[in-house]
């Protein structure tokens, strides 16, 4: 569900705001906190916002759509995959060349590009577009002859061994990968050095044998000997948009590690303005721990445009998406802040819950605190009366979640339930009472608290309802189970009373 940020993002962009449809257009092509990942809703947006000169709208379809989508849309988007590939995009300029000669009323001067596009894509080693050459030529030959010796496609370099490299990365041995592919990384590097040489040039296979190299020669932020070259690794790899690779140049600009702490002493100063940019594209592609990342950075003391709010909304997009560091520390945070909003503990444990359910056992310790789970008071069976349906749920309330007898008589069963846990507050009835937490840990537990707030639907749960006040309903229970008022508590409330 959208949430308000992007509500607001939304409404903007229907009334016709370019930035907030370009923005909104890469939260469902990436996917975000609220919105899910959507390619067709994503190529709505950007395609709104490309017919508004948005240039990074232009660029992002051509990297980001493919050709089936754009084939399959009601209106033409050659255009846009032509003008990011006049921008150096070879991946828009393969999509391109397969819709222009796709069609059959395309002139002659657009099929030529088309080839042209073809033949760069294919000189930078992209598969699809050797083949689509190949098979273009082949066609040629059979309708017009052999084609001339202009137009014979430009020497391809010998393939690499990407089934044995694939095969050593697999086998987890590190050794062999790096003799097998960190000459073909280092290639990548010396031929992206020299001049004239296209944006965007690198092959999909080409990004993840860098990364790959990168994150075994320790990475942006790894062993000096080899941290240099790692560093050129991960560039290209992040100029080709590949997330993990931006997400480690944001972090060796800010010269820290993941959890925000410092990296090794004498590696230079660092740029949070250059790390803020890096961290930001990898979230925008869906990587949890970028945002992680950037709340590290807004709550740096050194970093001079230190937002502590800006933080908490990072922290938040990681753990909504499901990075358990971050939903660890939105829990600890919430339960913190609960002085000041009582209701914060019902976050905290929502935050722990998630950070449990992933194998955090500093979260499961923490809920063990915040909301124990002890049985109060009543005994373990009761006979449930058909009779008195109200008091019969809330007796199965009472056994089902640990419930005391005051609290299973009083509680206001349908407030109470926040969906993960059960927020136990009777202090407006019962002065002795304090407020507390009880998690809703199974999905049986789900199930039959579904169940039993159901029974309450319609109804008045205060003393002018049909349960009565609290000595009315404490009356019925000693009539239904008298062996729940067995004490002397119940004895000095009525006398009280």
Not at 75 to 83: G, K
Not at 441 to 470: Q, S
Request: net charge positive.
């Amino acid at each position: 569900m959208a949430n308000r940020e992007e509500l607001g993002i939304i409404r903007a962009a229907r009334s016709g705001n370019a930035s907030a449809q370009l923005e909104l257009g890469k939260r469902y092509l990436f996917g975000s906190t609220g919105l899910p990942r959507s390619l067709p809703t994503a190529l709505h947006w950007l395609d709104r916002a490309a017919q508004q000169d948005c240039a990074e709208a232009v660029d992002l379809i051509g990297t980001h759509i493919p050709v089936e989508l754009a084939s399959a849309s009601p209106r033409p988007l050659q255009h846009w995959y032509e003008r990011a590939h006049d921008g150096g995009s070879v991946r828009a300029g393969i999509v391109f060349a397969q819709l222009a000669l796709a069609d059959p009323d395309a002139a002659q001067p657009v099929r030529a590009k088309a080839l042209r596009a073809l033949e760069a894509g294919a000189a930078a080693g992209f598969t699809d577009a050797v083949l689509l050459l190949v098979q273009h030529r082949r066609a040629g030959a059979g309708q017009c002859g052999p084609a001339p010796a202009t137009r014979q496609p430009p020497a391809m370099p010998a393939p690499p061994s990407l089934p044995l490299i694939d095969a050593a990365w697999q086998s987890r041995d590190w050794p062999a990968y790096l003799a097998l592919a960190l000459p073909q990384a280092r290639a990548l590097v010396a031929a992206s050095a020299e001049p004239n040489r296209l944006r965007a040039r690198l092959a999909p296979g080409d990004v993840v044998l860098l990364s790959r190299c990168a994150q075994l020669l320790g990475g942006a932020a790894g062993d000096p000997a080899d941290a240099a070259e790692s560093r050129h690794f991960w560039e290209l790899a992040a100029a080709e948009n590949d997330r993990d690779a931006q997400l480690a140049m944001g972090l060796w600009w800010a010269r820290m590690r993941l959890d925000g702490s410092r990296t090794t002493p004498g590696n230079g100063s660092a740029n949070f303005r250059k790390a803020i940019q890096w961290l930001a594209l990898a979230g925008e592609q869906g990587l949890a721990e970028a945002w992680y990342a950037l709340s590290r950075i807004y709550i740096k003391p050194e970093f001079s445009q230190r937002n502590v709010n800006m933080a908490q909304r990072y922290l938040e997009r990681a753990a909504g998406m499901g990075f358990r560091d971050a939903q660890l520390e939105c829990g600890n945070h919430a339960w913190r802040a609960r002085r000041e909003n009582e209701s914060n503990d019902v976050r905290a444990v929502y935050w722990l819950q998630k950070a449990a359910v992933q194998g955090c056992a500093e979260a499961r310790l923490a809920l063990g605190r915040i909301a124990p789970r002890e049985p109060f008071g009543l005994p373990a069976r009761l006979a449930l009366s058909r009779a008195h349906p109200l008091l019969a749920a809330r007796l199965e309330l009472a056994q089902l979640f640990g419930l005391s007898r005051a609290e299973a008589l009083l509680l206001d069963v349908a407030r109470a339930d926040c969906g993960h846990c059960l927020v136990i507050d009777i202090r407006s009835s019962y002065g002795r009472s304090k407020r507390r937490l009880v998690m809703v840990e199974t999905a049986a537990e789900r199930e039959a608290l579904d169940r039993l707030v159901r029974v309450f639907d319609g109804i008045d749960g205060g003393p002018g309802g049909p349960e009565g006040n609290y000595r009315q309903r404490l009356y019925r229970l000693k009539t239904v189970a008298p062996e729940a008022c067995l004490d002397a508590e119940v004895e000095s409330f009525d006398m009280a009373a």
